[in-house]
């Protein structure tokens, strides 16, 4: 089932620091059917995570404010509650063996620097529709 058919529309937070790349994400999300909210810092994303929870977060683990830990840890506390919490999809320049060595096992989907915005657009679609 496509997130299109469902009676909310997904919620994605975008966490990147770059604003051109992270307008480029929320522009191309939103015309894809998404509701975004953008978190420029780690700060930014955990205020963002305090409130409702997204269905959906998308990550650059390279933030100005070193948070990115507290971050995924945010997001690894929704599993451990019992909640499913939001998809995740870790994006960087860095190669995924680098972020990987630096914050653990992502348990998600990882997209290299640069990549299509639609790339991520269809890979956020998929997780959704994985969830039911």
Known sequence: MSHTTKLTTPRVLIVEDD?????????TLQEDGFNCTEAGSGGEALA???GPVP?????????????????LE????????GSRGPAVVVMSAL????VV????????PFLAKPFDPWE???????LLDERG
Not at 74 to 81: A, K, M, N
Not at 101 to 108: N, V
């Open 48 to 50: 963002a995570l305090d």
């Open 74 to 81: 945010c997001l690894g506390q929704f599993r451990e509650r």
């Open 101 to 108: 060595q630096k914050y653990g096992p992502l348990g998600c």
């Open 19 to 27: 604003l051109t790349l992270r307008r480029i994400l929320r522009m």
């Open 95 to 98: 190669s995924k063996e680098n």
């Open 55 to 71: 269905d959906a977060v998308v990550l650059d683990p390279g933030l100005p404010d070193n948070r990115t830990g507290e971050v």
């Open 120 to 126: 991520l657009a269809r890979l956020v679609n998929q």
